[in-house]
């Protein structure tokens, strides 16, 4: 069984800043990359920031020079440093993991920005 617990969302002010984290646990063989989505209401799942275990990163065109990827490969972590939020950057982040086991997805931690 694998479990991708999440933490670090809730509400902030626009232009604050918010970190989420997401541990691996369980049978997860190989991670080949970990990352973030998000999806707000009435709209799609959409990429926000992934990061390989080579280190290659990718980050949404919104996102980029606001929001920082890293992972601990040794605890099988990932983070989301998000600075400078935005009203827009209001939604259900999803942690996501790429594995030779399968996809799997986190619950999904809330993340609200009040302008």
């Known amino acids: 069984q694998v479990q991708l617990v999440e933490s670090g969302g809730g509400l902030v002010q626009a232009g604050g800043s918010l970190r989420l984290s997401c541990a691996a646990s369980g049978s997860i063989f190989s991670i080949n990359a970990m990352g973030w989505y998000r999806q707000s209401d009435g709209k799609r799942r959409d990429l926000v920031a992934t990061k390989t275990s080579d280190g290659s990163t990718n980050y949404a065109d919104s996102v980029k020079d606001r929001f920082t990827i890293s992972r601990d490969n040794a605890k099988n972590t990932v983070y989301l440093q998000m600075n400078s939020l935005k009203p827009e950057d209001t939604a259900v982040y999803y942690c996501?993991?790429?594995?030779?086991?399968?996809?799997?997805w986190g619950q999904g931690t809330q993340v609200t920005v009040s302008s």
């Open positions: 996501y993991v790429r594995s030779s086991s399968g996809p799997y």
